[in-house]
């Protein structure tokens, strides 16, 4: 769910920079802040994603599994 964020008291170079930015890229100014939100923080995003599917991985290592095409043909069938 989209929110609405209001930055107040930017100092007029980083707007001026930020409009000239938007420019550049062919953007609004406010498509080219939640670019710039996005890329700083979807590192953050990628690392804590990484750290949960490792923990997943531990916690079912060495545990038997059937293929996902199986379970899929089977609940097909029972039906």
Excluded: Y
């Excluded at 000239?20 to 953007?27: D, F, L």
């Amino acid at each position: 769910m989209p929110v609405s964020l209001h930055v107040r008291n930017v100092e007029d170079d980083l707007a001026v920079a930020l409009k000239k930015r938007a420019r550049q890229n062919n953007r609004s100014a406010e498509a080219e802040h939640r670019e710039i939100l996005r890329s700083a923080l979807k590192p953050r995003l990628d690392a804590e994603w990484e750290r949960r599917a490792a923990a997943l991985r531990e916690a079912t290592k060495g545990k038997l599994t059937t293929p996902s095409e199986i379970l899929i043909r089977e609940d097909r069938d029972f039906r």
